[in-house]
């Protein structure tokens, strides 16, 4: 399961991928498999491991289908 807290002010999602795989294995699975480019959470330190950083600052249209094709990949 992949869980997350929207942000209060910005256009960045740190999702929990923990449940998918350690270190960058999520991101990894979901550029793979559903073609959707993520940042991995270890690239922005220690506290970032298990999960990626999606940026959500684009259409609802984009982004539906960006979230359907990661759903896809970890179904």
């Not at 991995?40 to 094709?69: E, K, M, W, Y």
Request: glycine share 8%.
């Amino acid at each position: 399961m992949i869980t997350w807290h929207p942000p209060e002010a910005t256009f960045l999602a740190w999702l929990d991928c923990a449940a998918l795989g350690p270190d960058n294995q999520a991101r990894e699975l979901f550029l793979d498999r559903g073609h959707v480019a993520l940042e991995p959470g270890l690239r922005f330190g220690a506290a970032g491991r298990g999960h990626v950083r999606l940026n959500f600052a684009t259409s609802t249209d984009i982004l539906d289908q960006a979230t359907a094709q990661m759903a896809a990949a970890a179904a």
